[in-house]
């Protein structure tokens, strides 16, 4: 089963470092690139991490994206009342042959 | 600056069909992949469709294949998704995404707004 999973809630206070998990199997994770995007209440989408840990243009450095083996994770640190949001890690399924969404973390800033 | 406008979106009756348009500026239309992600009330995103620059391949998540096409006007800048057969769980936030292709493979790096579609009778 083509399955991305990730916690569906985490929180931290500002100015914390904070770490949101996405493990995933040999099929997606474990061949090939990780994607993170960031979904602020009531917005679309936006591309956060692309190809494990490349930024796009504009986004801090602050958020960083890593990956192991069959699993990923993105790493928020100095922690902002503006990076609350849904994280959604996105990798290609070669059973699925297209893009497999995890189920999103909904990060509250406390 | 990319923009990416949805429009279509609405409510309609199991069954029946709606076409959603996506108008595309601030990049070269032609030379990139698009497609179709959409995000049930509530719920995480899902993979819809892709359409390669070329317009020559499309390619579908199983949940839609047979019922949804996706399609591109390069001369309107604008891509479509034709949906039939609709039924309630495709009611969702249908977004259009600019689509990078990496080999084989593809993300997704910019997205409109969104267009809702709600399927019920």
């Known amino acids: 089963q083509s399955v991305l999973t990730q916690p569906p809630s985490a929180s931290g206070t500002p100015g914390q470092r904070v770490t949101i998990s996405c493990s995933g199997s040999s099929s997606n994770i474990g061949s090939n690139d990780v994607y993170w995007y960031q979904q602020l209440p009531g917005t679309a989408p936006k591309l956060l991490i692309y190809r494990n840990n490349q930024w796009p243009s504009g986004v801090p450095d602050r958020f960083s994206g890593s990956k192991s083996g069959t699993s990923a994770s993105l790493a928020i640190s100095g922690l902002r009342s503006e990076d609350e949001a849904d994280y959604y890690c996105?990798?290609?399924?070669?059973?699925?042959?297209?893009?497999?969404f995890g189920g999103g973390t909904k990060l509250t800033v406390l | 600056e990319v923009q990416l406008v949805e429009s279509g979106g609405g409510l309609v009756q199991p069954g029946g069909s709606l076409r959603l348009s996506c108008a595309a500026s601030g990049f070269t239309f032609s030379s990139y992949a698009m497609s179709w992600v959409r995000q049930a009330p509530g719920k995480g995103l899902e993979w819809v469709s892709t359409i390669r620059a070329s317009g020559i391949s499309s390619y579908y998540a199983d949940s839609v294949k047979g019922r949804f096409t996706i399609f591109g006007d390069n001369s309107k800048h604008t891509v479509y998704l034709q949906m039939k057969s609709l039924r309630a769980e495709d009611t969702a936030v249908y977004y259009c995404?600019?689509?990078?292709?990496?080999?084989?493979?593809?993300?997704?790096?910019?997205w409109g707004q969104g267009t809702l579609v709600t399927v019920s009778s």
């Open positions: 995404a600019k689509t990078v292709v990496v080999g084989q493979r593809y993300y997704f790096d910019d």
């Open positions: 996105a990798a290609w399924d070669e059973s699925l042959s297209g893009p497999l």
